[in-house]
């Protein structure tokens, strides 16, 4: 009897998973779920732009990585900090030792410091050993400025990011009104190329010569400065990329020529059905007939 009910409710819960299965098919079927706004109008990151260092044998433009920190140091610096860069290795895209001087002592934020005489905080002149300092003293600081937005750090944007410098280049480029019926909450802006599509930085790249580049550098127009901050940011998350690269390429050729060598020797020495192991010891019967001679001719009786 026990088992028979116990059969029923199994049934009876059986039936009810499938009546409720066939319930949200059919509701999905004959109303299917409206489209979020992300899902209409987020777009993915331009890839029409080619980067020097793409591919396996790419390699950094230190031209281009100079115009990105200039636009970094003028424009993005305002608000975004580079806390896992120092000044000094600024010296790997062309700096020299003096100009990585002069930049640290002309930096528009100073460093937090203690004045040794009176163990109060202070500030200081940051020096090539220090990281590049941040706009603000912490996050509060940074929300209380930015309408309670947190400006992230731009040292990993590069990496951190699906796209990397594609989408860094897409998010600069990409600010524009809003298509008809959208509407932008107050202090965010509208641009496709973000997750939620509303971010709080209003357009950073606003019109052509916004940061001034030396003589026989490209005109700096917005594309171009964009493209040149993406650069800069993807060295920032990835400065070793080159290394990695140089040292990449004498591995797989050695792992190649190894990989030929140790097939070579397979079918020297193992491959072919003709190749018979010779059964040996002392139990092998040559050996005890040779073994028994032996004790015969010495006089040795077993």
């Known amino acids: ?38 899902a209409r109008y987020h777009l993915a990151p331009r890839h029409d732009v080619r980067y020097s260092f793409e591919g396996p044998l790419g390699r950094f433009d230190y031209q ?9 140091r003028e424009v993005c610096s305002t608000c975004h900090g ?14 020299s030792e003096a100009e990585v001087r002069a930049i640290a002592d002309q930096w528009p934020h100073q460093m937090a410091s203690i004045n040794p005489d009176t163990g109060e905080a202070a500030t200081r002149k940051p020096i090539p050993a220090d990281h590049i300092p941040g706009p603000y003293a912490n996050d509060t600081q940074a929300r209380a400025a930015n309408n309670n937005a947190l ?49 709080a930085m209003p357009p950073p790249l606003t019109a052509d010569g916004q940061v001034t580049y030396g003589p026989g550098n490209p005109r700096p127009t917005v594309d171009q400065m964009a493209q040149d901050v993406s650069a800069f940011l993807m060295w920032s998350a990835e400065p070793s990329m080159e290394t990695r690269h140089q040292v990449g390429i004498p ?21 072919g059905g003709d190749r018979r ?14 073994r028994q001679q032996a004790s015969r001719e010495a006089g040795v009786t077993e």
């Open 1 to 38: 009897m026990i088992r028979f009910l116990g059969v029923l409710v199994g049934l009876g819960f059986a039936f009810v998973v499938l009546l409720a299965f066939g319930f949200g098919a059919y509701a999905f079927v004959t109303s299917p779920p409206e489209q979020s706004a992300e």
């Open 64 to 72: 281009q990585l100079q115009r990105g920190f200039q636009v970094y």
């Open 82 to 95: 580079l806390s896992q860069v120092a000044f000094r290795n600024l010296r790997d895209i062309g700096y």
């Open 151 to 199: 400006p992230p750090d731009l040292s990993l944007m590069a990496k951190a990011r699906e796209g990397g410098p594609h989408y860094i280049h897409s998010l600069l480029t990409g600010f524009r009104n809003p298509p008809a019926g959208f509407e932008v909450p107050q202090n965010l802006h509208y641009n496709p190329y973000f997750a939620n599509l509303n971010i």
């Open 251 to 271: 591995v797989l050729v050695f792992l190649l020529i190894a990989t030929i060598l140790a097939y070579l020797s397979y079918q020297n020495i193992w491959h």
């Open 277 to 290: 192991v010779r059964a040996t010891g002392p139990l092998d019967p040559d050996n005890m007939d040779k």
